[in-house]
């Protein structure tokens, strides 16, 4: 098993929006004033998008445009979790989760098993599973200054009723991670994040044709190899290839009634590594007197493809939208080669994804 991931790197660019909220304002001088995400960093204010709120406008377009049945969601008291079946949801495959329960224990008719009290035996059936996907937050590349919107609803009879809202425009970076090997495959050893399956779901995946592989890492005190469930590979491609074809189309935010904003990638940066590591991180900085003009570095750029260039394995695609940073085009040009392919954002996204299929086996 070759442990391969997906690192992938975007810029989308907005204007007057307010993307991800903060709650009620502290600065306003209005009863109904709400505050945008900000974060500083060396005395300088960035507004960001969280990361929970990017995976959720991302798996919800999963569910829009590539037809996921998302797993359905169980509140009890103060917890909330999934149906914890990466077997049936892809959702729970490719965004993880934590369920910690116990189920009743059945006889062969179906009936509980009692102790001597009386009462019903309770199996643990607690599992968790590490996202194969993680991201980073959406955060401005250069320093942003936020506006307080006045606005008021004033249909009604009667003094108007103000209320006020921090908008930006930005141009914001974000990173991403897919494990493909973690996709569609399935640890069944009892780890925290390790524990994927019950017993019940594994007894279901190997008797459905799912293959039963021993894990090359992971072995017990007696030097026998735990065991991992993992999916048909048409399966496990089509997961990861829905997930990153859903950039194409990632739509979402806050007050999008009347900030709408276009949240797709205007820049997009698809590899394959044999590493952990994120490689394309700072390829994207604010310069100028307050550091407030955003900047795509093509050196940072050279030097990353010339650093990772053992690890990088296949093709790297580079795509960009016209009327985006034009002023780059001629630069980015310099950068294409045998391995490098630079193109729209779309044909990028597409020419990785038909690289995957041949990555994931």
Same mark, same amino acid.
């Given at each position: 098993?070759?442990?391969?991931?997906t690192?992938g790197?975007?810029?989308?660019d907005?204007?007057?929006?307010?993307?991800?909220?903060?709650?009620a304002?502290t600065?306003t001088?209005?009863?109904n004033?709400?505050?945008t995400?900000?974060?500083?960093?060396?005395?300088?204010?960035?507004?960001?998008?969280? +990361?929970?709120?990017?995976?959720?406008?991302?798996?919800?377009?999963?569910? %829009?445009d590539?037809?996921?049945?998302?797993?359905?969601?169980?509140?009890?008291?103060?917890?909330?979790?999934?149906? !914890?079946?990466?077997?049936?949801? !892809?959702?729970? /495959?490719?965004?993880?989760y934590?369920?910690?329960?116990?189920d009743?224990?059945?006889?062969?008719d179906?009936?509980?098993?009692?102790?001597?009290?009386?009462?019903?035996?309770?199996?643990?059936?607690?599992?968790?599973?590490?996202?194969?996907? %993680?991201?980073?937050?959406?955060?401005?590349?250069?320093?942003?200054?936020?506006?307080?919107?006045?606005?008021?609803?004033?249909?009604?009879?009667?003094d108007?009723?103000p209320?006020?809202?921090?908008?930006?425009?930005?141009?914001?970076?974000g990173?991403?991670?897919?494990?493909l090997?973690?996709?569609?495959?399935?640890?069944?050893?009892?780890?925290t +994040?390790?524990?994927?399956?019950?017993?019940?779901?594994?007894?279901?995946?190997?008797?459905?044709?799912?293959?039963?592989?021993? /894990?090359?890492?992971? %072995?017990?005190?007696k030097?026998?190899a735990?065991?991992?469930?993992?999916?048909?590979?048409k399966?496990r491609?089509?997961?990861?290839?829905?997930?990153?074809k859903?950039?194409?189309?990632?739509?979402?935010?806050?007050?999008?009634?009347?900030?709408?904003?276009?949240?797709?990638?205007?820049?997009?940066?698809?590899?394959?590594?044999?590493?952990?590591?994120?490689?394309?991180?700072?390829?994207?900085?604010?310069?100028g007197?307050?550091?407030?003009? !955003?900047?795509?570095?093509?050196?940072?750029?050279?030097?990353?493809?010339?650093?990772?260039?053992?690890?990088?394995? +296949?093709?790297?695609?580079?795509?960009?939208?016209?009327?985006?940073?034009?002023?780059?085009?001629?630069?980015?040009?310099?950068?294409?080669?045998?391995?490098?392919?630079i193109?729209?954002v779309?044909?990028?996204?597409?020419?990785?994804?038909?690289?995957?299929?041949?990555?994931?086996?």
């Amino acid at each position: 098993m070759e442990l391969l991931k997906t690192q992938g790197f975007v810029l989308i660019d907005v204007d007057v929006v307010a993307l991800n909220n903060a709650g009620a304002s502290t600065t306003t001088n209005f009863d109904n004033g709400v505050a945008t995400k900000t974060i500083t960093k060396n005395g300088k204010k960035y507004a960001y998008v969280s +990361g929970q709120a990017w995976r959720y406008w991302w798996r919800d377009t999963l569910k %829009k445009d590539f037809g996921w049945d998302l797993s359905p969601i169980t509140r009890e008291s103060k917890i909330a979790f999934t149906d !914890a079946n990466p077997l049936k949801y !892809a959702d729970d /495959d490719v965004f993880g989760y934590m369920k910690a329960a116990k189920d009743v224990i059945l006889k062969e008719d179906g009936t509980p098993e009692l102790d001597s009290k009386g009462k019903e035996k309770k199996e643990d059936v607690t599992v968790t599973r590490v996202s194969p996907l %993680k991201n980073s937050v959406l955060v401005s590349v250069a320093s942003t200054s936020t506006v307080e919107n006045w606005s008021s609803m004033a249909r009604q009879e009667g003094d108007s009723v103000p209320y006020s809202k921090e908008e930006y425009s930005a141009i914001m970076k974000g990173m991403f991670s897919i494990d493909l090997a973690q996709v569609g495959t399935f640890a069944t050893y009892n780890k925290t +994040g390790f524990k994927n399956l019950t017993l019940k779901l594994q007894e279901e995946a190997v008797s459905n044709g799912c293959a039963l592989l021993d /894990d090359p890492f992971v %072995k017990d005190a007696k030097g026998i190899a735990k065991k991992l469930v993992q999916l048909p590979s048409k399966l496990r491609q089509k997961r990861a290839i829905d997930t990153i074809k859903a950039l194409k189309t990632i739509s979402g935010g806050a007050m999008q009634t009347n900030n709408m904003a276009d949240v797709t990638p205007k820049f997009i940066i698809l590899a394959t590594t044999n590493s952990g590591n994120h490689p394309f991180s700072h390829i994207a900085k604010g310069e100028g007197l307050y550091n407030n003009v !955003a900047v795509l570095s093509i050196e940072a750029i050279k030097d990353v493809l010339e650093d990772y260039k053992d690890q990088i394995k +296949g093709q790297v695609f580079i795509g960009k939208r016209a009327g985006f940073m034009d002023e780059i085009d001629a630069d980015l040009q310099t950068l294409t080669s045998e391995n490098v392919i630079i193109s729209s954002v779309n044909q990028a996204i597409d020419g990785y994804c038909t690289q995957l299929e041949n990555q994931i086996v």
